[in-house]
């Protein structure tokens, strides 16, 4: 997957505020530095947040939206080096599917994206879920259309 100049600036402004900030959860103190692999690519962050872009296996040449041609971008709320991506296969199929989000991060969070949250995504809406506990507190997650 090809790298943008959006993604690079997020992900070298995250290193650079995770540095700074860091997790006060975590005993390293070390902020997360966006990136990763799991189902498809995530890339970048920004401060509180991570944003992934997943092309899954339909990614097209086209600039609509659209979640199972295009993959999703996902949202992590005070993130700190968590990392989630949902496939545009996995929208396709549109089976319950419970994520590990721990990535980068000391501790670890999952978050359950249901039948029915990939019914929305299949119609390219954004969904919205929470984290479980970890480290003595939860995450909002939104997963939107590319």
Known sequence: MELTR???LQASFALAAGSILGCGDDESGSGGSGGGTTTGTTTGTTTGTTTGTN???GGGGGSAVSCEDNGTDVTIA???????VVGADEVAAGADMTYDITGSSMHAHSVTVTAANFAELQQNNSI???STDGGGHTHSVTVSCA
Not at 78 to 84: K, R, S, T
């Open 78 to 84: 005070g993130n700190h080096g968590h990392e989630l």
């Open 6 to 8: 959006k993604a690079f």
């Open 128 to 130: 919205t879920v929470t």
């Open 55 to 57: 092309t899954g296996q």
